[in-house]
Nanobody, 127 residues
């Protein structure tokens, strides 16, 4: 099984930056969609950013486009989420997840409940 471990969360003032890391192990192949999701109290889980490990193609939620950047270091089996210009509404638990296929179908992105592997989450608080 794939194991995912997130790190890099914390508390920051509005306008600040954080970089989250997701270290993966146990890959059986190189074909995964790696996604960052977030969930605030009493809110639904929301997809934030995605990257397909084979091609490096990325996708972003409209709410973070232009502020967040997802990237990968294949040598380290690590995916990053660089978060700039943070807003209080970005406050949430952030999760890394892996889906053993593409990030998108022809008409939609792969939904969060279709991701097979999840990390334990890292808290981001913006005040």
């Amino acid at each position: 099984d794939v194991q995912l471990v997130e790190s890099g969360g914390g508390s920051v003032q509005a306008g600040g930056s954080l970089r989250l890391s997701c270290a993966a192990s146990g890959y059986t192949s190189g074909r995964y969609c790696m996604g960052w999701f977030r969930q605030a109290p009493a809110k639904e889980r929301e997809g934030v950013a995605y990257i397909y490990t084979v091609s490096g193609v990325t996708y972003y939620a409209d709410t973070v486009k232009g502020r967040f950047t997802i990237s990968q270091d294949n040598a380290k089996n690590t995916v990053y989420l660089q978060m700039n210009s943070l807003k209080p509404e970005d406050t949430a638990m952030y999760y890394c997840a892996a889906h053993p296929d593409f990030c998108a179908y022809t008409d939609r992105l792969v939904a969060w409940y279709e991701y097979k592997y999840w990390g334990q989450g890292t808290q981001v608080t913006v005040s």
